[in-house]
């Protein structure tokens, strides 16, 4: 079993910055496919960003392009989201997750673990 514990600043304000982190215990985490998802109140959970078990390969959603850098260090069994130019429509609960295979996908169903999500607001 792998456990997900995210972390980072709850409050920010627009045009500001912000960097999330996804701790992982149980298991390396070295061959997991990981990503970041996101879930605004109403709204359906969507994936923020994916990334490859090296960090080699990432992908993300078209609203964050160009904000966002998602990263890991697989020797600190860390992930780690870094959002820029933070917006109010950035506000939602945040997830990270991981599956049992080393590529990435949008897809959420294809994940095994999850986290139990960080809130994330923006202030404008």
């Known amino acids: 079993q792998v456990q997900l514990v995210e972390s980072g600043e709850g409050l920010v304000q627009a045009g500001g910055s912000l960097r999330l982190s996804c701790a992982a215990s149980?298991?390396?985490?070295?061959?997991?496919?990981m990503g970041w998802f996101r879930q605004a109140p109403g709204k359906e959970r969507e994936c923020v960003s994916t990334?490859?078990?090296?960090?080699?390969?990432?992908l993300y959603t078209a609203s964050v392009k160009g904000r966002v850098t998602t990263s890991r260090d697989n020797a600190k069994n860390t992930m780690y989201l870094q959002m820029n130019n933070i917006k109010p429509a950035d506000t939602a609960v945040y997830y990270c997750?991981?599956?049992?295979?080393?590529?990435?996908?949008?897809?959420?169903?294809?994940?095994?673990?999850w986290g139990q999500g960080t809130q994330v607001t923006v202030s404008s």
């Open positions: 990334v490859n078990w090296s960090g080699g390969a990432t």
């Open positions: 149980g298991r390396t985490i070295s061959r997991y496919g």
């Open positions: 997750a991981a599956r049992n295979t080393a590529v990435l996908s949008t897809t959420a169903r294809d994940y095994d673990y």
